[in-house]
């Protein structure tokens, strides 16, 4: 929206059409207005939107489930969860080859903060094709409980789909089991991190590989 303020023969403030105007040192400057179209589309930028297609397409199966605003606390920074997240796998696991942009599941955070990890950490198949989940009571390590709540993740690249729990187990348990039998037949990349019992801290969470259900 532009502002004329002194009638259409004065002062110009903002865009009108192909001009824009502004003040600077109490003179109006009007110059033209440059569409983003103009820029010019580099290989650095190609590449850059690549792999924030590539992210987008991970984040997007937790997108309105509020998973990542718990997962990844604010510990005081702004934004969300999810553009906390997002950020954190753009950082991390976003890989560029000669075959293209692709992620690099294995440095992948699903969940990030300062509770001490999930230590030897297994995933594997039952016979239901569920996901049954383990790992060592590292309780006392640090500021790790044992009321953590764990969370679990199984993402479905394939078809950008993915089951994740929180609370169905807690750090000095050691297992628990994610439900993933109505994916059958489909490839799961899986994730353990815990979240302290008030939901205020996370910590980082640990790869556990892929499962083929």
Request: include cysteine.
């Amino acid at each position: 929206m532009a502002k004329i303020p002194d009638g259409v023969l004065g002062t110009l403030i903002g865009r009108v059409g192909p001009v824009t105007g502004y003040i600077r040192n109490g003179e109006n400057i009007l110059r033209s207005a440059h569409s983003r179209s103009d820029r010019k589309v580099t290989a650095a930028r190609i590449a850059q939107r690549d792999k924030i297609k590539v992210c987008n397409e991970f984040t997007k199966a937790f997108s309105g489930t509020g998973f990542f605003n718990k997962t990844f606390p604010a510990y005081g920074s702004s934004g969300t969860g999810y553009n906390r997240a997002t950020s954190a796998i753009m950082n991390l696991a976003i890989t560029q080859s000669a075959t293209g942009i692709g992620i690099n599941y294995s440095e992948v955070l699903i969940s990030k903060g300062v509770l001490p990890p999930a230590v030897a950490v297994i995933a594997t198949a039952t016979p239901e094709s569920n996901i049954s989940f383990q790992w060592h009571d590292n309780s006392g390590n640090g500021t790790a409980k044992p009321n953590d709540k764990v969370i679990l993740v199984a993402c479905f690249a394939e078809i950008r789909q993915a089951i994740f729990t929180i609370g169905t187990a807690t750090r000095m348990q050691c297992q628990s089991l994610l439900e993933t039998k109505t994916l059958k037949g489909f490839t799961a990349e899986t994730w353990v991190g815990f979240l302290s019992n008030d939901e205020t801290n996370a910590s980082n969470s640990s790869y556990c590989g892929s499962i083929e259900l």
